[in-house]
């Protein structure tokens, strides 16, 4: 059965730090896969989508960039965080040319200090 | 522009009374719609697809295009119930999701 990894699980980091957050999918080829940031009362804003390894499409400009380095890994970073990256990451995959459904994984709370 | 709606942020209703989430939609094509929930310290989960027209504990939501909505309803709510939960849209070939703002459910004894 496929399952979806993150980590860390929570992450405290200073201003003006980097960030690596890994998202890994197991038990499946090629997914697409998604960048989520969830923050109360508005609902998941999607960051960035990757449909194969490489391809990277972002959806809001911002600090953060993406990368798909194998198959079924999507890294999401950061050179220097803001205070306003702040938020729960949340990863998720769905099988390419099959419905809209789509898998998360457990999220990443980044506090930035 | 491809848009979800979900009017309200929180919904507290008892124990065996009925509840209903609202959600609408703006959408040009033909839509696919999903209710995602998620329970306190587990992570997001699919809870029903309106292709699949099924009931999963408890819960049936019907597609109106007429009203372009798509409702999530419960006749008898339990203290599980109580969740967050999200009604989301299919928008283009790429997969991607358009997430409604929530709706907290707090179903009380």
């Known amino acids: 059965s496929q399952t979806i990894h993150q980590w860390p699980a929570t992450l405290v980091q200073p201003v003006g730090s980097p960030l690596s957050l890994e998202c890994t999918v197991e038990?499946?080829?090629?997914?697409?896969l998604y960048w989520y940031r969830q923050a109360a009362g508005r609902g998941l804003q999607l960051l960035f989508y990757s449909v194969g390894i490489g391809q990277i499409s972002s959806e809001v400009p911002q600090n953060l960039s993406a990368s798909r380095p194998q198959d079924r890994q999507f890294i999401l970073s950061s050179k220097k965080l803001l205070l306003s990256d702040s938020g729960f990451y949340l990863c998720a995959w769905r099988k390419t040319s099959v419905s809209y459904e789509q898998y998360f994984g457990p999220g990443t709370r980044l506090t930035v200090t | 522009a491809q848009r979800v709606t979900q009017p309200e942020k929180l919904l507290s209703v008892f124990k065996g009374a009925p509840v209903e989430l609202k959600c609408n939609y703006s959408?040009?094509?033909?839509?696919?719609l999903f209710w995602y929930v998620q329970y306190s310290r587990q992570r997001l989960q699919l809870l029903l697809r309106h292709i699949s027209r099924e009931s999963i504990k408890g819960f049936t939501a019907d597609l109106n295009k007429g009203e372009t909505s798509f409702h999530l309803k419960k006749p008898f709510a339990q203290e599980e119930d109580s969740a967050m939960y999200y009604c989301a849209l299919g928008v283009d070939s790429w997969g991607k999701l358009q997430f409604g703002a929530g709706t907290q459910v707090v179903v009380t004894p």
């Open positions: 038990g499946t080829s090629n997914p697409n």
């Open positions: 959408y040009s094509g033909s839509p696919e």
